[in-house]
């Protein structure tokens, strides 16, 4: 068999193949996040957010704008407390040069936040 021939063959097997991983996958909540900050952010953008009670003090908190917090941050792992079994805890950098953050404990339906500093 020519060389050709085999390529041809080898073309053939791998188009039909994506075309059957395209009608398997197509409609599923799939995705491929690697990185540990990757899988912990997909993980809290699952779940119900519970607020803390209102402080006077404090920037009222919406569910969508915690939500664009959580993507637009950094899981700064090294303030997290992620050996608990139950509710670990998260720092999430928002901007590093004026130390805004987010804490938020990840409970296994809810995602809780403890502390937050916006301005």
């Not at 009670?53 to 997290?80: E, M, Q, T």
């Given at each position: 068999m020519?060389?050709?021939?085999?390529f041809g063959?080898?073309?053939?097997g791998?188009?039909?193949?994506l075309?059957?991983l395209?009608?398997?996958f197509?409609?599923?909540k799939?995705s491929c996040n690697?990185g540990?900050?990757a899988?912990v952010?997909?993980?809290?953008?699952q779940k119900?957010i519970?607020f803390p009670p209102s402080?006077?003090?404090?920037?009222?908190l919406?569910?969508?704008l915690v939500?664009?917090?959580?993507?637009a941050g950094?899981?700064?792992?090294?303030?997290s407390n992620?050996?608990?079994?139950s509710?670990?805890?998260?720092?999430?950098?928002?901007?590093l040069e004026n130390?805004?953050?987010?804490?938020?404990?990840n409970?296994p339906?809810?995602?809780k936040?403890?502390?937050?500093?916006?301005?």
């Amino acid at each position: 068999m020519k060389v050709i021939d085999r390529f041809g063959y080898y073309l053939g097997g791998f188009s039909v193949g994506l075309i059957f991983l395209g009608f398997v996958f197509s409609g599923k909540k799939t995705s491929c996040n690697y990185g540990p900050s990757a899988r912990v952010k997909n993980n809290l953008l699952q779940k119900k957010i519970a607020f803390p009670p209102s402080d006077n003090n404090k920037i009222f908190l919406s569910d969508s704008l915690v939500r664009s917090l959580i993507n637009a941050g950094v899981i700064n792992f090294s303030k997290s407390n992620t050996k608990k079994d139950s509710c670990r805890t998260y720092f999430i950098d928002l901007d590093l040069e004026n130390n805004f953050y987010l804490e938020i404990a990840n409970c296994p339906k809810t995602i809780k936040i403890i502390d937050f500093k916006l301005h």
